[in-house]
């Protein structure tokens, strides 16, 4: 890893979001390419409610962009812009930055994401 002994330092969640209880707050909120598989309406608001909830300074998020693939591994996915991140957390919220980039996978396809960055109001 590239955070050596500074890995110990992060409370490392791996888990099914749609189950997710936390017991506790954090301060930073990190989801690189998860909330794109939430499609249905249900399951994005309770994602959404947990961000509110449980994220006490910064959300960071990293989600197909709507110039990005319609499926990943045979799933179906949602696309999303940084102005549509911003309307979903903006109750507690403020979007700081966002931009799009391409992240060339494994298998040489591009995808093309939607970087944001949100500090708690």
Request: charged share 20%; net charge neutral; hydrophobic share 35%.
């Given at each position: 890893m590239?955070l050596?002994?500074n890995?110990?330092k992060?409370?490392w969640i791996?888990?099914?979001?749609?189950?997710?209880s936390p017991?506790?707050t954090y301060?930073?909120w990190?989801?690189r390419a998860?909330?794109h598989?939430?499609?249905?309406?249900?399951?994005?608001?309770?994602y959404?409610?947990l961000?509110n909830?449980y994220?006490?300074?910064?959300?960071i998020?990293g989600?197909f962009?709507?110039?990005?693939?319609?499926?990943?591994?045979?799933?179906?996915?949602k696309?999303y812009?940084g102005?549509?991140l911003?309307?979903l957390v903006?109750?507690?919220?403020?979007?700081v930055e966002?931009?799009?980039?391409?992240h060339?996978?494994?298998?040489?396809?591009?995808q093309?994401?939607?970087?944001?960055?949100?500090c708690?109001?």
């Amino acid at each position: 890893m590239r955070l050596g002994k500074n890995a110990s330092k992060i409370k490392w969640i791996v888990c099914d979001i749609n189950t997710f209880s936390p017991t506790r707050t954090y301060d930073i909120w990190h989801d690189r390419a998860a909330f794109h598989f939430l499609t249905q309406p249900k399951d994005i608001e309770r994602y959404i409610t947990l961000i509110n909830s449980y994220v006490s300074s910064f959300f960071i998020i990293g989600t197909f962009s709507k110039n990005g693939p319609l499926k990943c591994s045979g799933l179906d996915i949602k696309q999303y812009t940084g102005q549509d991140l911003e309307e979903l957390v903006i109750k507690n919220f403020n979007l700081v930055e966002y931009m799009n980039e391409d992240h060339i996978t494994p298998f040489e396809t591009v995808q093309n994401f939607t970087f944001a960055f949100f500090c708690r109001n």
